[in-house]
């Protein structure tokens, strides 16, 4: 079962526009989605590769990356990405 790791900030505003997006996709396909600040957890940040934020990594159960994408992304283009990976 694939989840997706979100990452943000506080003070970012695409995050923000982003964020619910993310949480209809989720919620109408059945996927899990972890949510985390860029900066108040560095370590996993990095274990990903983030950079820039907003950015999605889509893992498989075992935490695995399939895909990561940044910036955000209209709900057709998530939806169907998320249907297609894993």
Same mark, same amino acid.
């Given at each position: 079962?694939?989840? @997706? @790791? =979100?990452? !943000?900030?506080?003070?970012? /505003?695409?995050?923000?526009?982003?964020? #619910?997006? %993310?949480?209809? %996709?989720?919620?109408? +396909? /059945? @996927?899990?989605?972890? =949510?985390?600040?860029?900066?108040?957890? #560095?370590? +996993?940040?990095?274990? =990903?590769?983030?950079?820039?934020? #907003?950015?999605?990594?889509?893992?498989?159960?075992? /935490?695995?990356? +399939? =895909?990561?994408?940044? $910036?955000?992304? #209209?709900? $057709?283009?998530? !939806?169907? +990405?998320?249907?297609?990976? /894993?």
């Amino acid at each position: 079962m694939k989840k @997706i @790791i =979100y990452f !943000s900030t506080t003070w970012c /505003g695409p995050c923000k526009a982003f964020k #619910p997006v %993310v949480q209809e %996709v989720s919620q109408e +396909l /059945g @996927i899990q989605v972890s =949510y985390t600040d860029a900066e108040a957890d #560095p370590t +996993l940040a990095k274990m =990903y590769n983030v950079t820039s934020v #907003p950015t999605i990594v889509i893992t498989d159960q075992t /935490g695995t990356a +399939l =895909y990561r994408h940044t $910036g955000p992304m #209209p709900k $057709g283009q998530l !939806s169907q +990405l998320l249907r297609t990976i /894993g």
